[in-house]
Protein backbone atom coordinates (compact mmCIF):
# COMPACT_ATOMS: atom_id res chain seq x y z
CA UNK A 1 0.00 0.00 0.00
CA UNK A 2 2.95 2.44 0.65
CA UNK A 3 6.49 2.49 -1.06
CA UNK A 4 9.53 4.62 -0.68
CA UNK A 5 11.07 5.55 -3.86
CA UNK A 6 14.59 7.07 -3.76
CA UNK A 7 17.31 8.79 -6.04
CA UNK A 8 20.13 11.06 -6.59
CA UNK A 9 23.28 8.16 -5.12
CA UNK A 10 26.51 7.83 -7.15
CA UNK A 11 29.81 8.44 -7.60
CA UNK A 12 31.51 11.79 -6.63
CA UNK A 13 34.76 13.11 -5.46
CA UNK A 14 35.57 13.82 -1.84
CA UNK A 15 34.78 17.58 -1.24
CA UNK A 16 31.71 16.79 -3.82
CA UNK A 17 28.24 17.34 -3.54
CA UNK A 18 24.91 15.17 -4.00
CA UNK A 19 21.57 15.19 -2.96
CA UNK A 20 19.10 12.13 -2.22
CA UNK A 21 15.78 12.45 -2.39
CA UNK A 22 13.09 9.70 -1.28
CA UNK A 23 9.31 9.66 -2.57
CA UNK A 24 6.47 8.21 -0.66
CA UNK A 25 3.74 6.91 -2.81
CA UNK A 26 0.57 4.84 -2.10
CA UNK A 27 -2.64 5.06 0.29
CA UNK A 28 -1.02 7.48 2.54
CA UNK A 29 -2.59 9.36 5.37
CA UNK A 30 -0.16 11.16 6.94
CA UNK A 31 3.86 10.83 7.38
CA UNK A 32 5.29 11.83 10.40
CA UNK A 33 8.91 11.55 10.81
CA UNK A 34 11.34 11.00 8.00
CA UNK A 35 14.89 10.17 8.22
CA UNK A 36 18.04 8.71 6.20
CA UNK A 37 20.41 5.98 7.51
CA UNK A 38 23.06 4.29 5.97
CA UNK A 39 25.06 1.26 6.33
CA UNK A 40 28.88 1.31 5.07
CA UNK A 41 30.35 -2.43 4.37
CA UNK A 42 30.44 -4.35 7.38
CA UNK A 43 28.83 -1.84 9.46
CA UNK A 44 25.59 -1.37 10.93
CA UNK A 45 22.98 0.80 9.69
CA UNK A 46 23.14 3.62 11.28
CA UNK A 47 20.68 6.82 11.56
CA UNK A 48 22.15 9.86 9.76
CA UNK A 49 19.42 12.91 9.96
CA UNK A 50 15.76 12.96 10.96
CA UNK A 51 13.07 15.13 10.15
CA UNK A 52 9.67 15.83 11.93
CA UNK A 53 6.39 16.57 10.25
CA UNK A 54 7.02 19.93 11.81
CA UNK A 55 10.58 20.42 10.49
CA UNK A 56 12.77 20.18 13.71
CA UNK A 57 16.00 18.31 12.55
CA UNK A 58 18.84 16.20 14.40
CA UNK A 59 22.12 15.01 12.93
CA UNK A 60 24.32 12.54 13.79
CA UNK A 61 27.22 14.14 14.78
CA UNK A 62 29.70 13.65 11.76
CA UNK A 63 27.49 14.84 9.18
CA UNK A 64 26.18 18.01 11.36
CA UNK A 65 27.63 21.24 9.51
CA UNK A 66 28.10 19.27 5.96
CA UNK A 67 24.28 17.68 5.76
CA UNK A 68 20.91 19.27 5.26
CA UNK A 69 17.76 17.19 5.53
CA UNK A 70 14.70 18.87 3.98
CA UNK A 71 11.38 17.35 3.26
CA UNK A 72 8.20 18.66 1.06
CA UNK A 73 4.77 17.68 2.59
CA UNK A 74 2.71 18.42 -0.32
CA UNK A 75 5.05 16.25 -2.83
CA UNK A 76 5.88 13.53 0.29
CA UNK A 77 9.21 13.80 -0.17
CA UNK A 78 12.47 14.02 2.15
CA UNK A 79 15.79 15.07 0.79
CA UNK A 80 19.16 14.60 2.02
CA UNK A 81 21.66 17.53 0.56
CA UNK A 82 25.00 16.31 1.28
CA UNK A 83 28.32 18.84 1.25
CA UNK A 84 31.99 18.64 1.68
CA UNK A 85 31.78 14.56 1.08
CA UNK A 86 34.77 12.68 2.84
CA UNK A 87 35.42 8.76 1.88
CA UNK A 88 34.02 8.05 5.36
CA UNK A 89 30.55 8.78 3.96
CA UNK A 90 30.36 6.43 1.28
CA UNK A 91 27.73 3.87 2.25
CA UNK A 92 24.16 2.43 0.90
CA UNK A 93 21.89 5.52 2.01
CA UNK A 94 18.20 4.17 3.16
CA UNK A 95 14.85 6.14 3.52
CA UNK A 96 12.60 5.29 6.65
CA UNK A 97 9.25 7.28 6.98
CA UNK A 98 6.74 7.01 9.77
CA UNK A 99 3.43 6.50 8.27
CA UNK A 100 -0.78 6.63 8.85
CA UNK A 101 -2.22 4.78 5.77
CA UNK A 102 -5.49 3.96 4.35
CA UNK A 103 -6.30 -0.35 4.59
CA UNK A 104 -9.48 -1.69 3.85
CA UNK A 105 -12.45 0.58 4.14
CA UNK A 106 -12.54 3.47 7.10
CA UNK A 107 -9.26 2.02 8.70
CA UNK A 108 -5.50 3.29 9.01
CA UNK A 109 -2.69 1.44 9.92
CA UNK A 110 0.99 3.04 11.09
CA UNK A 111 3.50 1.58 9.92
CA UNK A 112 7.42 2.08 9.57
CA UNK A 113 8.81 2.23 5.58
CA UNK A 114 12.31 1.39 4.16
CA UNK A 115 13.33 2.73 0.85
CA UNK A 116 15.22 0.27 -1.44
CA UNK A 117 18.67 2.07 -0.86
CA UNK A 118 20.68 4.00 -2.82
CA UNK A 119 24.83 3.45 -3.41
CA UNK A 120 26.90 6.44 -2.63
CA UNK A 121 30.58 6.43 -2.75
CA UNK A 122 33.01 9.27 -2.07
CA UNK A 123 36.39 8.81 -3.73
CA UNK A 124 39.69 10.01 -2.56
Known amino acids: QVQLTESGGGLVQAGGSLRLSCAASGSIFSINAMAWYRQAPGKQRELVARITSGGSTNYTDSVRGRFTISRDNAKNTVYLQMNSLKPEDTAVYYC??????????????????WGQGTQVVVSS
Open 96 to 113: NADIQYYSGINRRVRDFF
